[in-house]
């Protein structure tokens, strides 16, 4: 899959050779030039991104102490934010990840990202990743270094060496609690790292073997709700922008004629010899004292005095050009996912409704909520192993039980007109108001029900 990331992340910074290359002229010169681009690659991976998160996403647990808990830990260590970036890499390089990263001194647990280049599966089946490595740069003292950390499950050896056991090697040195026989089905984290000639280097203040406590794997792989067609059976995922390369050249070869087209049909302005000074050049000649924009708009008409001032404006083909330009957009859509009219330039739909986006865009929908299960399941899954080391530091949690992600699906679905639905049914006696609270704001059920009984049936519930 090496290849394939690294080209999907060239496309996405809009660099190659599509868009930086040599061409030569009449006589043979070779000159360098540059296609302008809009990024139509990113541009696709932040629409994913801004319609799947936002920081209305909440995550919920059937303990409300846990919902409660996750909230001011996300509030606290910014997820949200850097769960949406993570999102972009992921959905533009087809993979992504999270994972625990454990503070022992300070007996925090915070969540790092990682993109599909940090991202090396270890132990994987059609169900889907169980152990993994993640290799980032350091810096130590000045120097860099290579970390990688491997999440793995149980206490058996280590891994970097099948001869090495975790009595004897260093790596089993320092803070680790794989004494016990409880670790056997926890994840522990063994971080390793390694100058630039590839020998390894222990700085101070890092566990070289640490157990999480957690039953549940400390990581979640993100990717897009997309088959892998590229590679067979890789743990990898694919970029959703994967088969419309061709739209995305075809976007900004539109773009780049139209701008190109713009800059070339500027007026012309041809000057007649009596408009120009001259002055000496210091070696005997005389040359023309040039005024004006040095654009290549003013240009002087040798040996010539007739018509003074001649004008020239080139006819612009940009019409022709934007109609071009708006079917290339339209493809890319279609081919990303969003629909063949989410980047209309005639209808942008910035005053529609969500019900009128529902109904002129089924696509989409039915692409956000393939996504959106996927990725409830790395969100979720990313929860449950907090939870658990954090418990393994001392707090005290009670089981969080099903834990489950409400996206704000708001920008497709009229949700005011549902709540307002809901509320009906509350005062027909249709709906409990205690579902309407556990439905609209995360609650479980013995807190919705309290709050329901604390006050009117409809009170509260907006």
């Known amino acids: 899959m090496e290849p ?85 890499r992921a959905f533009g390089l087809g993979t992504g990840a999270w994972a625990l990263w454990v503070d022992a001194g300070s007996r925090e647990v915070r969540v790092r990202r990682y993109d599909a280049r940090m991202v090396v599966p270890l132990t994987w089946d059609e169900e889907g990743v169980t152990e993994c490595a993640f290799v980032t740069r350091a810096f130590w003292r000045g120097r860099a270094v290579d970390q990688v950390q491997l999440h793995l499950k149980g206490a058996d050896d280590t891994f970097f060496s099948p001869g090495e056991s975790s009595a ?21 984290i063994v971080t390793a790292c ?45 970029s959703v922008f994967a088969d419309a390369v061709d739209a995305i050249q075809a976007v900004d070869l539109c773009y780049d004629a139209m701008m190109s087209e713009i800059d070339n ?20 000649g005389r040359v023309s004292i040039p005024f004006g924009r040095q654009d290549c708009t003013v240009f002087r008409k040798v040996m010539s005095t007739e018509d003074t001032i001649h004008e020239f404006a080139p006819t612009l083909r940009t019409e022709a050009q934007a109609r071009a330009f708006k079917v290339a957009l339209r493809t890319l859509g279609d081919l990303c996912g969003f629909g063949i009219n989410y980047f209309d330039l ?30 409830e399941g790395a969100i979720a899954g990313i929860c449950r192993a907090l939870m658990a080391a954090e418990r393994g530091l001392g707090v005290e949690l009670p089981d969080e039980g ?31 108001p205690w579902e309407y609270r556990a439905k609209w704001r995360g609650e479980d059920e013995a807190t919705a029900r309290t709050a329901a009984r604390s006050g009117p049936s409809a009170a509260g519930l907006g």
């Open 346 to 375: 005639e209808n942008v739909g910035y005053v529609k409704t969500a019900t009128e986006v529902s109904a002129d865009n089924s696509a989409l929908m039915r692409n956000i909520r393939r996504h959106e299960r996927a990725l």
């Open 4 to 88: 394939h990331i690294r080209a999907w992340d060239r496309w996405m910074r809009a660099l190659g050779d599509f868009y930086d290359y040599r061409d030569t002229d009449g006589v043979g010169r070779v000159y360098e030039v540059h296609r302008r681009s809009i990024h139509p690659a990113m541009r696709v991976c932040r629409e994913w991104e801004s319609l799947l998160l936002n920081d209305r996403t909440q995550v919920a647990c059937e303990e409300q102490a846990c919902t409660n808990w996750l909230a001011a830990w996300m509030a606290r260590t910014g997820f949200l934010a850097s769960a949406q970036e993570c999102v972009v």
């Open 168 to 188: 004897s090697d260093p790596l089993s040195a320092g803070s680790s609690r794989l004494t016990d026989d409880e670790s056997e089905g926890t994840y522990r």
């Open 194 to 238: 390694f100058d630039q000639d590839g020998n390894r280097v222990e700085p101070e203040g890092v566990c070289p073997v640490y157990d999480t406590g957690s039953p549940w794997p400390t990581f979640s792989i993100v990717k897009p709700a997309i088959d892998n067609t590229r590679v067979d059976m890789s743990p990898y995922g694919q």
């Open 402 to 432: 099903l834990v489950r992600v409400a996206f704000d699906d708001s920008i497709i679905t009229d949700t005011t007109a549902e709540k307002r639905q809901d509320m009906d049914e509350v005062a027909a006696g249709l709906l409990e």
């Open 265 to 284: 049909g500027k007026m012309r302005v041809f000057l007649s010899d009596v408009m120009f000074d001259v002055e000496r050049d210091g070696k005997g």
